[in-house]
């Protein structure tokens, strides 16, 4: 089982970027998947959420309006788009995966947003 974070890096604020995570070994199509993300020295939060077959998401309210969950089942990857970035988005971001009792975490990728 693999999921693989990638387009992380270093934005101005009020920048974009789109992250991606790369599935396999798994069926990606039964899970719902998530987008988390930790800044130094706080607990790790829930971005937002997008259920198996995409029909419905969720974001936490420090997001939403700005960052937008989508998935691709024939590629088995899940996005983020992140617009209108602010230095409080700073932190790694790490791609979850959930069918059940079962549960998969990326590796994570750093989003730094700094002028």
């Known amino acids: 089982v693999q999921l693989v974070e990638s387009g992380g890096g270093l934005v101005q604020p009020g920048g974009s970027l789109r992250l991606s995570c790369a599935a396999s070994g798994f069926a990606f199509i039964w899970y719902d998947m998530s987008w988390y993300r930790q800044a130094p020295e706080k607990e790790r939060e829930l971005v937002a959420t997008i259920t198996s077959a995409g029909g419905s998401t969720n974001y936490a309210d420090s997001v939403k309006g700005r960052f937008t969950i989508s998935r691709d089942n024939a590629k088995k990857t899940v996005y983020l788009q992140m617009n209108t970035l602010k230095s409080e988005d700073t932190a790694v971001y790490y791609c979850?995966?959930?069918?059940?009792?079962?549960?998969?975490w990326g590796q994570g990728t750093q989003v730094t947003v700094s002028s």
């Open positions: 979850h995966a959930r069918y059940m009792i079962r549960n998969y």
